[in-house]
Nanobody, 122 residues
């Protein structure tokens, strides 16, 4: 079982930045693909970014390309999401996820964190 714990959420004004982190409890974290998802009130959970086990491949949803960057540190069992030029529409609960298989843009991940709130005001 893999436990994922997100941190770094908060409130920021439009145009600001936040960095989310996700710590994994498993020593073999470097064999897992990772992803970030978000869920706004009244909406379905949606894909944000994902990275394969080595960090060689990344994929982003179109709305965050050029603004968000996913990264990982396998030595520290962490994955991060740097979010710049934030917009009010980025407001959501952000979740990290881990997958034994290849990185995915769908919700088909084996393990999920509890989420961290990001609020962007205009």
């Amino acid at each position: 079982q893999v436990q994922l714990v997100e941190s770094g959420g908060g409130a920021v004004q439009a145009g600001g930045s936040l960095r989310l982190s996700c710590a994994a409890s498993v020593r073999t974290f470097n064999s897992y693909a990772v992803g970030w998802f978000r869920q706004a009130p009244g909406k379905e959970r949606e894909f944000v970014a994902a990275m394969n086990w080595s960090g060689a491949r990344t994929v982003y949803t179109d709305s965050v390309k050029g603004r968000f960057t996913i990264s990982r540190d396998n030595a520290k069992n962490t994955v991060s999401l740097q979010m710049n030029s934030l917009k009010p529409e980025d407001t959501a609960v952000y979740y990290c996820a881990a997958n034994r298989n290849a990185e995915s843009t769908t919700l088909n991940y084996d393990f999920w964190g509890q989420g961290t709130q990001v609020t962007v005001s205009s």
